[in-house]
């Protein structure tokens, strides 16, 4: 049924919740090398607040799940990552809409629409050094393997893998958006923040939907 599709999303919005607490002090000393500082709060607060919201409504869809933890993540969070965050959220849950079943085509989908969100709204080009750098891995990775008639949890495995990897390969950019362009520098040798968050989150749904 529908609501059971909105408990599983319910579920995927509290291990995202923990792997951020767990990461949360790791993910500020990053973006305090280059950056502000703040990305492991502002992924805190956006995870609490978007845990809590899709939990609130937790008898609903996942559309109607994840449209409402999007929402609150852009509202609490505060900073860049927090809107990108929360508006790739709510354009996954309006891609998915209110179905009784989901295909890999419907996965798909939520997938290309997560990706467009981020990229439509903060305009980064490959290579900037964002989030971006693993996004598209990790989207390309799992259109691929979905094309090859893998199934979508094997599909999520390796695109959570890429997007590790080459969350960890941003390390050798210079960031070109966001607060961090100024101390360009100062961040070589060291990955994006935005990019390790989204590798960290990735491999803990995996995890999370192999267990
Ligand atoms: P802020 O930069 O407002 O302090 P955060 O520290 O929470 O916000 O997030 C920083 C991360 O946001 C960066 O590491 C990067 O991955 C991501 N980011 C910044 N600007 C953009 C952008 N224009 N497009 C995509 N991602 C971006
Ligand atoms: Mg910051
Ligand atoms: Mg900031």
Known sequence: AATDLGQLAVAVLAQVRDVVVEHEEELGKLDA??????????MRRGVDAAAAAGEAVSGSSAARVLTAAGEAWSERA?????ALWGSAVIAAGLSLGNRETYTSEDAAEAVKAFVRAITELGKAEPGDKTMVDAL??????????LDGGAPADRALAVAAAAAESAAA??????????????????????PDPGAVSFGLITSRISQFIDS
């Open 78 to 82: 505060g900073g860049t990552s927090g």
């Open 136 to 145: 598209l891995p990790f989207r390309d990775a799992f259109l691929t393997e």
């Open 33 to 42: 090398i280059a950056g502000d500082g703040d990305h492991g709060i502002g």
């Open 169 to 190: 390969k941003t390390a050798d950019l210079r960031p070109l958006k966001g607060r961090a362009r100024p101390l360009a520098e100062k961040s070589l040798g060291h």
